[in-house]
């Protein structure tokens, strides 16, 4: 499991935006990118292009989820 403060200080290699972590996955809270990472043996693989871009209303769940205040 990533430690609270190793989740503090990573961000998304594309948007430098926060992460949430959600299941096996670290999600950006940018809603431009809205990109998901793996998490694979407590390793994120941080690689935008190993990453999966989802589509707003799967993000917008995911931010929900964790409580982020998503604006339209």
Known sequence: M??????DILCCPES???LVLD????????KNT???YKI????PIMLIEESEQLDF?????????HNIK???
């Open 2 to 7: 990533i430690s609270k403060e190793l989740l």
């Open 16 to 18: 430098k935006a926060d």
């Open 34 to 36: 809205r990109r998901r």
């Open 57 to 65: 209303e799967t993000w917008k769940e995911i931010m929900q989820r």
């Open 40 to 43: 694979e043996n407590d390793i």
């Open 23 to 30: 299941g096996n996955y670290l999600v950006s809270v940018d």
């Open 70 to 72: 998503v604006e339209e």
